[in-house]
């Protein structure tokens, strides 16, 4: 029995026995072209869910919006990296896990092809769904998470400042960055604040370099590298090597990384008398 | 009795500037940088770079208090913007300096340990931790943004930490890179 098979076979039993009564997953309009999400309420409709690998989007988001909690009790189909921001939403009390059932679903990889993706993923196997298909291969012995951000530093500051001048003036302020994270939850984000204005909203160099700061900065110790936010960009703007920055320093200062570990306490929100710096005098 | 009640009468109070005279955004620190010689006069002046310093209510403010009560000199360059804690700096505000046209940045507050809320300062470390590798990634000049430890005691260490950054970031020049950022 395939991968797909047993999703389609959990999912009928779920929805014919009532314990929930949506299911969130992926759906393809074509072979061969990236998969959307779909919400299926009805067992007739379960032969809508596919399961390969252009199933890149992460799902979870959907879990916060109020107009899907309204559907009622969810499943939600999760790759190993989607679940760790569910951990960082449970770990935030953003969701109930025993108001879902997580259905985590063993992932080779995503995209064509996989490693362009998913090179360095660590976390091919979810590890604390409620239910779980498939089982991964172990995933590469070399440690690649961090070797686009570590080229990326080989530059000049200066250099730097140059590349993200150029990225971030395509930047157009849709704010699809923010919508499409899951960890991006705020009812009312700092960006729509304006009393005071804390950043200028206007879509120029400056207040973009302040929006993605600020965004970069406000899921510091708690990005899981899911990419939703460079998928989103419709100008392409690579979001990640921001992210793969507080993600790597949480992990070098702090040994902390966001939804690996359940009971960890989040980076940002604790302290320890004992952090280690050497630039304050 | 009269004529000394007259005088005792409080004169009428200046009138505040208006809140909302502008937008906010447009509001800069007075000369900008890229002109330095303008109120120096003529070509062949210092460059007087200007630093904002974010400072807690409870150590470094007293600190930069008692340099002043005990007549330490120190760059007339830095402006000292007061804070609760330094758990209160938002990392914003060190972006907003940036935009306003500061040149170098100063976040200051107490000593581990010291805190009067407790643990506002550990807070604010692990922040910066984070934070400075942010700004790192994206180029900006980490030779500008300066973080200390100056309890209400220490109005020489503060008089000397001003000093030092002011002497750097005067010769580093203005911070034009930043600046056209926000021009643009």
Redesign the interface.
């Given at each position: 029995m395939t991968m797909l098979d047993e999703l389609h076979q959990t999912c009928r039993r779920l929805l014919e026995e009532g314990s929930v009564k949506v299911v969130i997953g992926y759906a393809q309009s074509a072979p061969d072209e990236p998969a959307f999400p779909v919400f299926i309420d009805d067992v007739a409709d379960v032969g809508q869910l596919v399961w390969n690998e252009w199933c890149l989007a992460n799902l979870t988001k959907y879990l916060l919006r109020k107009d899907i909690r309204a559907l009622g009790k969810p499943a939600i189909i999760v790759k190993g990296c989607d679940e760790r921001a569910l951990l960082v939403l449970e770990r935030e009390s953003q969701i109930d896990r025993a108001e879902m059932v997580v259905i985590g679903m063993a992932c080779p990889g995503m995209g064509q092809p996989p490693q362009a993706v998913c090179g360095g993923c660590d976390v091919h196997q979810p590890r604390f769904c409620d239910i779980t298909i498939g089982e991964a291969a172990a995933g590469d012995a070399a440690d690649t998470r961090y070797a686009e951000?570590d080229a990326?530093?080989k530059?000049t500051?200066?250099?730097?400042?140059?590349?993200?001048?150029d990225e971030l003036s395509r930047c157009v302020k849709c704010y699809a960055c923010r919508q499409a994270c899951p960890l991006c939850y705020c009812e009312r984000c700092?960006v729509d604040k304006n009393r005071?204005?804390?950043?200028?909203t206007s879509a120029?160099?400056?207040g973009n370099?302040?929006w993605q700061?600020?965004r970069?900065?406000h899921l510091?110790?708690r990005c899981v590298g899911c990419d939703q936010c460079t998928r989103a960009c419709p100008a392409g703007i690579d979001l990640r090597?921001?992210n793969l920055?507080?993600a790597?320093?949480?992990e070098a200062?702090?040994a902390y990384r966001a939804g690996m570990d359940r009971q960890a306490e989040p980076?940002?929100g604790?302290?320890?008398?004992q952090?280690q710096?050497s630039?304050?005098? | 009795m009269s004529e000394t009640e007259a005088i005792r009468l409080p004169s009428p109070p200046a009138p505040l500037p208006q809140r909302g005279e502008g937008s906010?955004?447009e509001k800069r620190l007075p000369s900008s940088p890229d002109q330095p010689s303008a109120a120096a006069g003529g070509e062949g002046s210092v460059f007087e770079p200007k630093i904002i310093a974010y400072v807690c209510n409870w150590c470094t403010y007293l600190g930069a208090d008692l340099a002043g009560t005990n007549r330490l000199e120190y760059p007339a360059n830095v402006r000292i913007v007061r804070l609760p804690c330094t758990g209160r700096i938002?990392?914003?505000l060190i972006?907003?300096a940036f935009?306003i046209g500061a040149d170098a940045v100063l976040v200051s507050g107490c000593h581990?340990?010291d805190c009067h809320y407790t643990?506002g300062n550990?807070?604010a470390?692990?922040?910066?931790?984070?934070?400075?590798?942010?700004?790192?990634?994206?180029?900006?000049?980490?030779d500008r943004i300066?973080?200390?430890?100056i309890s209400a005691a220490e109005g020489k260490k503060f008089q000397q930490?001003v000093s030092e950054i002011t002497a750097k970031t005067r010769q580093m020049g203005p911070y034009r890179?930043y600046h056209e950022?926000?021009?643009?």
């Open positions: 951000l990326f530093l530059k500051p200066a250099e730097r400042m140059a590349y993200w001048r700092i005071p204005t804390a950043i200028d120029t160099l400056k370099f302040a700061i600020t970069a900065f510091a110790g090597l921001l920055t507080t790597k320093a949480a200062h702090f980076v940002i604790g302290y320890s008398e952090d710096e630039f304050i005098r | 906010r955004d938002d990392f914003n972006v907003k935009e581990p340990g643990a550990y807070h470390r692990r922040r910066w931790i984070l934070f400075r590798e942010l700004l790192d990634t994206l180029g900006i000049e980490m300066h973080f200390s430890w930490v890179a950022i926000c021009q643009s």
